[in-house]
């Protein structure tokens, strides 16, 4: 790889480690009360998808006939790999669980992805180095993020962090399923992939949150903070996602993984700094 595609390499993940990481920040300042979290994600994937189709026909490409491979594998990948994370994470913010706990639920996913790549995708086998290395970077993840007090308390809400485990496995599903999808331009696979959520998103908006529907815009800050989290994470971020999916594969996104909970820690730290700085008062 040429010093140029390294550049390329590393600009493409810092911006996507950057879109990662603030999204656990945007998410956390969206109160359920205004928006409940199966509506959140309803949102953020149908006009994301919108963006993403526009998007797609401006580059000169089109979307496949559903009759077309890829619409099964990125529309799976955007139900698994979108919805169900998105909701279930939310959840976990929601019902009070550790950002610290969180980032190390959420950082089991490189182990998942390690492990099914091995069976899953032919050039990218389980060595016992590999092994050794993703587990010593999920133990720096707990020595980072576990509270300081442990305590039986920690896994009181052991349900909801059950369900971030699973959202940490359909993330890691995820990127298997990229890999062995029909190839595309990343701009086509997003758009199938966000279609895919947001269809599975408004059905199952409707069928266990149809009550929940919001009749009134909320206030500046929620919207603010549901636009940038679509328009960054969702959209660029699955963009990103794909092409750097294509570039290399799924350990690499296991990798980015790792660092995402130290971007969205530092992310929250400058944001509650900010909103608790008097000029904002």
């Not at 919108?50 to 099964?72: E, Q, T």
């Not at 599903?173 to 331009?185: F, N, V, W």
Request: charged share 10%; with cysteine; proline share 6%.
């Amino acid at each position: 790889m040429s010093r140029l595609a390294h550049l390329q390499l590393g600009f493409l993940i810092t911006v996507t480690l950057i879109l990662w990481g603030t999204e656990y920040t945007l998410v956390g300042t969206i109160d359920p009360a205004e928006i409940s979290e199966a509506w959140q994600v309803t949102i953020r994937m149908a006009f994301a998808s919108i963006f993403m189709v526009i998007f797609v026909y401006m580059r000169g490409y089109k979307l496949p006939g559903l009759a077309d491979k890829s619409w099964l594998y990125y529309g799976t990948m955007g139900f698994i790999g979108m919805t169900i994370p998105f909701y279930l994470i939310a959840r976990g913010y929601n019902a009070g669980i550790d950002s610290g706990l969180l980032a190390i639920l959420i950082g089991v996913t490189p182990l998942f992805t390690v492990v099914l790549a091995h069976f899953f995708v032919r050039s990218e086998p389980l060595t016992p180095l590999k092994s050794l290395g993703f587990f010593v970077g999920f133990i720096g993840v707990c020595v980072l993020f576990l509270p300081k007090e442990i305590s039986w308390s920690l896994v009181e809400n052991w349900q909801t962090q059950a369900l971030v485990i699973l959202a940490a496995f359909g993330y890691a599903a995820t990127s298997i399923l990229g890999k062995r999808a029909p190839e595309s331009p990343p701009s086509v696979g997003a758009a199938i992939m966000l279609l895919g959520g947001a269809v599975s998103a408004i059905i199952c908006a409707l069928l266990f949150a149809g009550t929940e529907i919001p009749r009134t815009i909320p206030p500046v800050k929620i919207l603010t903070a549901l636009i940038a989290v679509t328009i960054g994470a969702t959209f660029l971020g699955n963009l990103l996602y794909l092409r750097l999916l294509q570039i290399s594969g799924p350990s690499l996104i296991a990798k980015i993984n790792y660092m995402v909970p130290v971007v969205a820690i530092m992310s929250g730290m400058v944001f509650w700094a900010k909103a608790s700085s008097p000029d904002t008062l």
